[in-house]
């Protein structure tokens, strides 16, 4: 058994920019960063950031390119998938991409907060746009059906033995 499942939160690097393929089907394409912070053996806070290039297909592709702005924050569920390509110094190099099936949109630059306004993917009674994780070819899956975890509850038993 193999698992390839990437989940990121972070913001857009750029507006999104979406192509039709011959077929009539959307491809959109932004970048997304994500931070890690930190503090070293001197107390100073560091800051690393990744930049990781999505890829959505169909509805999906075409919902993010609507609503979805630079410095958008934003939840992308997907997978990794590399590709090869010749550099303008004709060296080969390779590239990984992420192939978005669920997007959730956290907030804005403006707002900062992670206001919980649309949801669009696989999981949720948001409206639904996916695109199946065996193929980059787009297509509507159905919802898969999750069961809320109860509220945690701040009175916790002293009768825990450990």
Same mark, same amino acid.
């Given at each position: 058994?193999?698992?390839?499942?990437?989940?990121?939160?972070?913001?857009?690097?750029?507006?999104?920019?979406?192509?039709?393929?011959?077929?009539?089907?959307?491809?959109?394409?932004?970048?997304?960063?994500?931070?890690?912070?930190?503090?070293?053996?001197?107390?100073?806070?560091?800051?690393?950031?990744?930049?990781?290039?999505?890829?959505?297909? $169909? +509805?999906?592709?075409?919902?993010?390119?609507? /609503?979805?702005?630079? &410095? @958008?924050?934003?939840?992308?569920? *997907?997978?990794?998938?590399?590709?090869?390509?010749? $550099? +303008?110094?004709?060296?080969?190099?390779?590239? /990984?991409?992420?192939? &978005? @099936?669920?997007?959730?949109?956290? *907030?804005?630059?403006?707002?900062?907060?992670?206001?919980?306004?649309?949801?669009?993917?696989?999981?949720?009674?948001?409206?639904?746009?996916?695109?199946?994780?065996?193929?980059?070819?787009?297509?509507?899956?159905?919802?898969?059906?999750?069961?809320?975890?109860?509220?945690?509850?701040?009175?916790?038993?002293?009768?825990?033995?450990?």
């Amino acid at each position: 058994m193999s698992v390839n499942k990437v989940i990121l939160v972070g913001r857009l690097g750029r507006d999104p920019e979406t192509r039709y393929m011959p077929s009539g089907d959307a491809v959109t394409n932004f970048p997304l960063a994500t931070d890690e912070k930190w503090r070293d053996k001197s107390g100073q806070q560091q800051t690393k950031t990744e930049w990781h290039n999505i890829t959505l297909y $169909g +509805k999906l592709g075409e919902i993010a390119s609507q /609503y979805l702005r630079k &410095g @958008n924050q934003v939840f992308i569920e *997907g997978r990794i998938q590399s590709r090869k390509y010749t $550099g +303008k110094d004709n060296v080969e190099r390779l590239a /990984y991409d992420i192939i &978005g @099936n669920e997007m959730k949109m956290l *907030g804005s630059r403006d707002d900062g907060a992670g206001s919980d306004r649309n949801s669009y993917g696989s999981h949720g009674a948001a409206p639904v746009a996916s695109v199946p994780t065996s193929s980059p070819a787009p297509t509507q899956r159905q919802p898969h059906q999750y069961q809320q975890s109860p509220p945690v509850s701040d009175d916790i038993d002293d009768d825990i033995p450990f």
